[in-house]
């Protein structure tokens, strides 16, 4: 392998880079807009949910409740009504994602000491929201029942017993129990994946496409050459998109970087390293641009999407999937993203993320290598 003519193949990958807009935009806009969609677009807190009110009593006590809900972050009154119909009618066009009722004998039960039940109709379309709803909800109504309660006891001089078992929690990792600090740093994967398979997926395919291969196969250039000519301004781009996502994350979206630019530097290149050897063994094997694109978007973005944890928890997966997920390279990416970004976790840690990774690297390389030969059939 002579070091002139592997550059002069990658100066003219890079040729075709530049010419061509959508690559060039892939490139250049993609992973900025990619990070600030699912920065701002995508978030698992929810908060400020909306919620009707039917105060069938308006008493000091309802009120006093009322406002539990109104100061806390997760909820807001967004009206308040004097029948069912307008709650149910709220629930259905969507306006309450929760109709709260308080009953009229509300505060003369309480004086009493007795036990009293409030309503809250839910909007359970979204299963997941809707169980978070209960659970906010339950808390907020526990925690003024308690307040009750204790003044209940006070009033008539009985002795106030601490509970007997209490919580005390504190969230490591994620102080802030924020979304976008596992979001945003999980959208390299993404975008590597289609750095490194989708934009090289096209290369070989259209060389072929366009006859050029022809004077490609004529030339003194060997396979290896080639390989490599093509791969290295496609890794080197790679490792320029995935700076501009953790310049972003962390100056922009205060996303915290505990770990050490080491790490996440060979953790990425391994992962850039099978990318980019799988687009170009699925676009030596297909020889054509639409179908190399579509099944590098298949085998790649999807799953970097869907199956890598990236959103979804893969503890919550069906068995069938978990096992999937471990032959997919993003499994182990976005897992060492997390760790290094959120918990600092130094490279030799690593290795139950890094060894797959390399063991992806190393056989897709070989696949790709063996697969791609200078011949015209």
């Excluded at 959103?311 to 096992?323: G, K, T």
Aim: charged share 15%; aromatic share 10%; hydrophobic share 50%.
């Amino acid at each position: 392998m002579r070091w002139v003519r592997l550059k002069a193949v990658a100066r003219k990958e890079v040729i075709h880079i530049i010419r061509d807009v959508r690559s060039l935009g892939i490139v250049v806009i993609m992973p900025v807009v990619l990070v600030l969609f699912f920065g701002y677009g995508v978030s698992l807190d929810l908060k400020h949910l909306p919620i009707y009110v039917y105060d069938r009593e308006a008493s000091e006590q309802s009120q006093a409740l009322l406002k539990r809900f109104q100061s806390s972050d997760y909820f807001e009154i967004v009206r308040v009504v004097n029948n069912y119909s307008e709650l149910a009618k709220a629930l259905d066009d969507g306006r309450a994602k929760m109709a709260f009722v308080i009953p009229s004998d509300f505060s003369e039960k309480l004086r009493a000491g007795g036990t009293v039940s409030v309503q809250a109709l839910v909007d359970a379309t979204d299963d997941n929201t809707a169980n978070i709803i209960i659970g906010y909800t339950q808390a907020l109504v526990q925690v003024y029942s308690n307040d009750v309660q204790l003044e209940w006891l006070q009033r008539r001089g009985q002795r106030v017993q601490p509970p007997p078992l209490s919580v005390e929690t504190r969230t490591w990792y994620n102080e802030n129990l924020e979304s976008s600090a596992f979001i945003v740093p999980g959208v390299l994967a993404v975008v590597m994946s289609v750095i490194g398979a989708f934009l090289t997926s096209l290369t070989v395919a259209r060389e072929w496409e366009r006859g050029t291969m022809e004077q490609l196969i004529s030339t003194p250039v060997t396979s290896l050459e080639i390989m490599l000519g093509k791969l290295v301004p496609y890794f080197l781009v790679g490792l320029f998109d995935a700076g501009v996502c953790v310049v972003l994350a962390i100056f922009w979206f205060q996303v915290p970087f505990r770990g050490t630019v080491m790490a996440l530097l060979i953790s990425s290149a391994l992962f850039l390293i099978a990318l980019l050897c799988l687009g170009f063994f699925i676009s030596v094997v297909t020889k054509n641009q639409l179908a190399a694109s579509q099944i590098a978007l298949v085998a790649t973005f999807l799953p970097a999407f869907l199956l890598s944890g990236f959103l979804f928890a893969i503890e919550q997966m069906p068995q069938f999937v978990q096992l999937v997920t471990r032959i997919l390279p993003a499994r182990y990416y976005v897992s060492s993203l997390k760790m290094i970004f959120l918990k600092g976790t130094p490279v030799a840690m690593l290795y139950p993320q890094l060894v797959p990774l390399a063991i992806f690297a190393l056989v897709l390389a070989t696949l790709a290598t063996r697969i791609f030969q200078k011949r015209l059939v």
